[in-house]
């Protein structure tokens, strides 16, 4: 298995330049969830999913859209970056049942300038 | 929802055991306990998570007080490769929610 894969690896963007990053997973999880981190902080959850066609928002979810039309992807939409939109990105699955461990990808680095 | 506090940083000597200490003094009875860790670069990795019990696995050791208003995460012998950002975290039952606070930056010398 691949695990989770996030796709691209880094990104710069102008402000007010819009942006979808992606998310996969290979492991069969029905839970999929985006954080961000900002430096020297801890992650924040921008909005999760509980399966195929559900999302729900997190913490921090403005400017931000998700959709999960499948159970392997869960991308992220950035509408008109901004520069507090500046951080690393990460995606994150977890199996619905027998397991509460969340599997992270690699992350995302995005600058908005 | 109930906090946890942890130490900015902590060193520890390879080799060496290394308690890595986590505060829940607001804690419900619902509450679980997980440990993440972050080594540099990466994302999180989980470690372990535990209820009321002590919980072991291959990678560490959860000791949790009788009054579960604290735990330690135990790392039996600490390598170069477990310098990383430990994060404790409390989730209420079956939440999806992790929240991320600073953790505690875990410096191991050779």
């Known amino acids: 298995n691949a695990g989770v894969t996030q796709t691209p690896k880094f990104r710069i963007l102008k402000i007010g330049q819009s942006m979808t990053l992606q998310c996969a997973q290979d492991?069969?999880?029905?839970?999929m969830y985006w954080y961000r981190q900002d430096p020297g902080m801890g992650l924040k959850l921008i909005y999760y999913?509980?399966?195929?066609?559900?999302?729900d928002k997190g913490e921090v979810p403005n400017g931000y859209n998700v959709s999960r039309s499948t159970t392997e992807d869960f991308p992220l939409r950035l509408e008109l970056a901004a520069p507090s939109q500046t951080s690393v990105y990460f995606c994150?699955?977890?199996?619905?049942?027998?397991?509460?461990?969340?599997?992270f990808g690699p992350g995302t680095r995005l600058t908005v300038t | 929802d109930a906090k946890t506090t942890q130490p900015n940083s902590m060193e520890s000597n390879e080799e060496e055991p290394v308690h890595l200490p986590c505060n829940h003094s607001t804690i419900s009875g619902t509450d679980y306990i997980h440990w993440y860790r972050q080594l540099p670069s990466q994302g999180p990795e989980y470690v372990i998570h535990?209820?009321?019990s002590n919980v072991n696995n291959r990678m560490a050791s959860l000791a949790i007080a009788e009054d579960r208003k604290s735990s330690t995460l135990i790392l039996h012998r600490a390598t170069l490769r477990d310098a990383a950002v430990y994060y404790c975290i409390l989730t209420k039952g079956g939440s999806e929610k992790l929240v991320f606070g600073k953790g505690t930056k875990l410096t191991v010398n050779p």
């Open positions: 492991m069969n999880h029905n839970y």
């Open positions: 535990g209820l009321t």
């Open positions: 994150a699955s977890r199996i619905r049942v027998g397991s509460y461990e969340q599997y």
């Open positions: 999913s509980v399966g195929a066609g559900i999302t």
